[in-house]
């Protein structure tokens, strides 16, 4: 017994020895040569959840996003309403192929305002905003062939996920120029702190996402030119609404661009009814933004001419018209340092002589309190708008709404 447990200590003695000399991974026995360790993928997680296979031939990026709201509105007619709705829900993915330099964007919509809000029968289900190839040879060149948003206006470019109100302004919903599948060009010259510009410029169908019903060979122009006087905004500050980086020094983005739709089939271009017969008409776009220490101002021109707008279905004399005329926005914003901001917009519509008898001009006034939680990706949003419809016989109608917003995603 005694000679059992002299054994035992020096065991014990001899195992605590070599576990102090050895390190614990000295320890394990090593793996045969015939089993193979797998190699992982690599993932990320800044915006979204990013993997990047092993040898790092393709890179794929998931985000979502949805948009919660409740709206009470109040009409001239004294009708008071109130509506509960998702009116966004987002998918996306982004990521490479072979190479960094070959790269894929994918969005998907699936809340009623993504699909174009009824669906109607014999009509594609637009499930998919953007499916679009882009291969970047270098940081000054990008060239892209497939569907997403035109070099338009800068508003409809924003996400709808870096908006400072709960929507887009009346101008954006009519004179915008939106989605389309195509081809474009981008020359990007950015610097820092100095005189830096863009040139963007693409030619697509004209009919908007998911047209699949193209006879002719009209097209849509489109060329586009932006100038960053002071150098570029923080960390892409031109892509999102309100100074969440609070700019050390004042920046400032003018653009402007032109766009030319060749027997265009849709009221809006890219959006809208169809109408009766094809439609040749122009866009203007202009652009203001400037940022510094939390204060943001915007300003945007939109507008859309065409030689005669009207539209007639001979057999039942039906009027379907081409949305032109012009539209004005401005937007000023104040963002303290605990990320409350405040915002007001004011908008004027003034739609063609042509259509007045069809349509109204509109002034709208909206204020506005965000709450940012984690930038845009997470924040709480509450709007105040009143507007003045103006009608050809001098009708003059008043509509109201207050609107709460979440919106969540990654």
């Given amino acids: 017994m005694k000679v059992f447990a002299f054994t035992l200590l020096l065991l014990l003695i001899t195992v605590n020895s070599f576990s102090q000399d050895k390190k614990v991974s000295d320890t394990i026995p090593a793996r045969p040569s015939y089993i193979k360790t797998p190699v992982l993928p690599y993932y990320s997680f800044k915006k979204g959840i990013g993997i990047t296979s092993p040898d790092s031939i393709y890179q794929l990026n998931i985000r979502f996003r949805m948009q919660n709201r409740a709206t009470y509105n109040l009409n001239d007619n004294d009708v008071s309403s109130i509506d509960f709705q998702i009116r966004r829900l987002r998918l996306r993915f982004d990521g490479y192929v072979g190479s960094p330099k ?26 998919i905003r953007d499916a679009v190839i882009w291969y970047q040879p270098n940081a000054r060149w990008n060239f892209g062939f497939g569907q997403t948003k035109l070099p338009g206006n800068r508003q409809r470019f924003n996400s709808s996920g870096a908006l400072q109100l709960t929507d887009r302004s009346i101008n954006n919903a009519e004179f915008t120029l939106d989605r389309d599948f195509g081809v474009q060009i981008h020359q990007l010259n950015m610097h820092k702190d100095h005189f830096s510009y863009n040139f963007k410029a693409s030619l697509t169908q004209g009919e908007g996402r998911m047209f699949a019903k193209n006879d002719d060979l009209g097209l849509c122009y489109t060329g586009k030119v932006e100038l960053y006087p002071l150098g570029a905004f923080t960390s892409g500050g031109e892509y999102f609404e309100g100074d969440l980086k609070r700019e050390n020094s004042p920046k400032l983005m003018i653009s402007g661009a032109y766009s030319f739709n060749n027997k265009a089939k849709l009221s809006n271009g890219q959006l809208g009814s169809q109408l009766y017969e094809k439609k040749d008409f122009h866009g203007i776009f202009g652009d203001l933004i400037f940022k510094y220490r939390g204060f943001a101002f915007m300003t945007a021109y939109m507008a859309r001419n065409t030689a005669n707008p009207i539209t ?14 012009q539209g004005l926005d401005f937007q000023t914003s104040y963002i303290t340092k ?73």
């Fill in 102 to 127: 070959f790269q894929y964007t994918i969005q998907l919509g699936f809340a009623p305002g993504d699909l174009g809000g009824t669906v109607t029968a014999n009509e594609n289900l637009k499930i």
């Fill in 312 to 325: 007639t279905d001979t057999a039942s004399n039906n009027i379907r018209y081409v949305y032109a005329g």
């Fill in 338 to 410: 605990n990320f409350f901001e405040f915002i007001l917009r004011y908008s004027y519509q003034k739609v063609s002589s042509k259509i007045h008898n069809y349509a109204p001009n509109i002034s709208q006034y909206s204020v506005g309190v965000t709450k940012y939680f984690w930038e845009h990706q997470f924040k709480v949003q509450l709007e105040l708008t009143y507007e003045n419809k103006y009608y050809v016989n001098n009708l003059v109608r008043d509509n109201f709404y207050a609107r709460f917003q979440v919106e969540i995603g990654i």
